[in-house]
């Protein structure tokens, strides 16, 4: 997607991802060592409130000082390069695959500009958009994966990213990284259609990837922070402690003997609900594709014990935490960051893969 990416001879190629949230930032830097991917360097900077406030820079000189300091802290080794992939925040991002007539590519712009107006609800000259066509056909029609992003929220991340002394080398939706991160891509294999459901500490984001591709996006204010919340009042515990129990007892017994259970249980069947709604939406939208196989639980709060049981029970379909490291080739090395965290790295996981990448980008 042209917009999101620019290509420059550089003799400098190096180039490394960080995906900004409301309360922290994460960066690393992939490289190869011969056939092996190696991370160079990582780091979580926690941003306090008021930084940045759903996507939106609230306080620029605090925004340029955490980012900074992200680069920085990097370790085991140093992040040297000035050229970042950057995420673009999923609640400020409309990622929608629509129908289009059977035309050339050239003949298809103004169709598919025509057919956005009526899918995003901002008028056209306020956002930046691009397209690409998709495999499969709905009748005489062409699928075609369309993206925009208000002006506004891109303007002001490139100025404070140059005021930060570093050059976006391109900007991506976080449910794609995520995607390249978690869905694994085999050679010669198909990818396994799925439900990408990520855990956040403000939202929760719900990701249809369809043969690798994110095609369809959506967020619900279901969090990490709002089942700590309803811990800690029922239990009369602290943050800390709710977070350690969700781990080490979480919710494998359902009934009304499991406390934890208890206090959460309206909160997690109001998220079957919403994962109900959008499993529906995909096979009403896009009924000339495969059903979704697979349901892949990411982000900080998917760590609950027996979490994926509850939701495999709940809904039928296979689910599991995902694994941002399953693209990556670490030979006989285990993964630099542990399992318990690495799904809090799935975006950023998937933003340095694209660094990696980057010569053979197009």
Known sequence: MSF???????????????????LSIKVMQVEKDGKIDRVKGFSCVEVPPGVFDDGKIINREKAIF???EAVKKSSPGKIRTKKVFCSL???KVFLRLISVPSLKEEEAAEAIKW???ANIPLPIDQVYYDWQFVDGRVGEKQNVLTVATEKKIVDDLMEVFKEAGLEVYGLEVESTASARSLVAQKEKE????SLIIDLGSRRTSFIIVV?????????????????????????????????????SQGIEVTDASNPIYKSIQYLLENLVSEIEKTLDFYSETFSS?????KIILSGGGSNIKGFTNFLEKKL?????????????????SEPIIDNVNSVRYSTVIGLALRGENYENQT
Do not use: H, Y
């Open 89 to 91: 925040p999923e609640s």
């Open 4 to 22: 999101l990416t620019k290509k420059i001879i550089s003799l400098e190629t190096e180039v490394f991802g960080m995906d900004l949230s409301d």
């Open 211 to 247: 043969g690798g591709i994110a095609c369809f996006t959506s967020s619900i204010p279901f969090s990490s922070d709002g089942i700590n919340d309803a811990i800690t009042k029922s239990l009369s515990i602290d943050v800390r402690e709710a977070d350690k129990i969700k781990l």
């Open 190 to 193: 198909v990818p396994v259609n």
């Open 66 to 68: 955490f980012i900074q």
């Open 289 to 293: 594709f495969p059903s979704i196989e």
């Open 115 to 117: 057919e956005m107006e």
């Open 316 to 332: 039928g379909k296979k689910a599991e935490i995902g694994n941002p490291w399953v693209n990556f080739n670490l030979g006989k």
